[in-house]
């Protein structure tokens, strides 16, 4: 047997048959080279294994409202969710009066991306239909 | 499957906007981990951990109640990961937004910069691979599924995901590769 680090890998990842293990195994025993090999992938395995602890950011609740509201309004199969914030109203008001209220607009922005903008643009429509129909 | 959960989920079914909210804080945490993980990036991963909600619950009514929740969970908000990943350019992060990762716990203060110095240029490394490597490489070692198991949630042909394993890989040994001077691999 040639030695082949791709074998050591799938060994420690366990997806080897046993018989191929026993050979890597017997391999193993008479090539320091891939000893050596098996100890430097081991220790980036655990690198990789080690678990990483993620603090969830605060706006995590309001965005779960949002999504939601979002997927329980019928319309939305189909759609992504900002699809369907282009499309529903109400939403939309929601978040804006959320934003504005807790002064999260400006994380809003960073967070949400090009999907804060359509929700901006769908505001300006509605307020023009606002200001329109003031004015009848 | 707990019996609470299961009443939950049924209400969910039902439109309860309360019950789908409740459902869904006990798995966000986990939910956006996993998000933060695949995009390494923090607006990116709060955008994908929106999307994933979203279609979790347009995609309860195709739970089956006899199967256990987290890993039908976990396949929507891949799917849902993937599916964002295709439509959108690769984000290329500059290392100065991307969060810390966390400090190695050792005693030792050399060991413990050494440790974390290490992380670093792993971390930098696993940020400079394609996403959909990234994503291969955290089932793989973060969730602990099997190549079958991956290409079955990922829909990915299995030859391409041990592709992606061994390319990431390879990567990630060659940062390794530059603090202690170990050879190029084979
Ligand atoms: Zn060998």
């Avoid at chain 1, 999504?67 to 329980?72: D, E, G």
């Avoid at chain 2, 440790?115 to 490489?137: C, N």
């Avoid at chain 2, 995901?161 to 590769?177: E, F």
Wanted: aromatic content about 8%; proline content about 5%; hydrophobic content about 40%.
């Amino acid at each position: 047997m040639n030695c082949d680090y791709d074998l050591l890998a799938q060994y420690l990842d366990g997806e080897l048959a046993d018989n191929a293990r026993c050979q890597l195994l017997s391999h193993l025993r008479d090539c320091p080279v891939c000893r050596r090999e098996l100890g430097r992938l081991r220790f980036l395995w655990l690198e990789l294994n080690n678990p990483v602890e993620i603090a969830p950011p605060a706006e995590l609740p309001y965005l779960r409202q949002q999504a939601v509201r979002a997927a329980l309004a019928h319309e939305t199969a189909g759609l992504t969710f900002w699809e369907s914030q282009r499309l529903a109203w109400t939403p939309v008001l929601l978040a804006a009066g959320f934003l504005a209220d807790s002064g999260l607009l400006n994380t809003m922005a960073k967070t949400a991306g090009y999907g804060l903008r359509i929700s901006l643009q769908g505001l300006g429509r509605l307020g023009m239909q606002l200001v329109k129909g003031r004015g009848k | 499957m707990a019996c609470e959960e299961l009443a939950l989920i049924v209400a969910c079914r039902e439109g309860s906007l309360e019950a789908c909210s409740q459902l869904l804080s006990q798995y966000e945490g986990y939910i956006y981990s996993l998000c933060y993980r695949f995009s390494h990036q923090r607006e990116e991963a709060l955008e994908m951990a929106q999307e994933a909600m979203f279609r979790l619950i347009q995609a309860l009514p195709s739970f089956q109640p006899n199967r256990r929740f987290k890993p039908w969970l976990r396949r929507v908000v891949i799917n849902s990961c993937l599916n964002l990943i295709r439509h959108k350019e690769p984000a290329t992060i500059p290392l100065e937004n991307a969060e810390r990762w966390p400090a190695a716990t050792a005693a030792d203060p050399a060991a413990q910069a050494e440790a974390l110095e290490i992380q670093h240029s792993l971390h930098k490394a696993l940020q400079d691979l394609p996403v959909i490597t990234r994503l291969v490489i955290v089932l793989r070692h973060q969730e602990g599924l099997s190549y079958q198991e991956i290409a079955d949630e990922t829909g990915l042909p299995i030859g391409t995901v041990r592709t992606h394993l061994h390319r990431g890989r390879q990567r990630l040994r060659a940062a390794l590769s530059e603090h202690y001077a170990w050879e190029a691999s084979l």
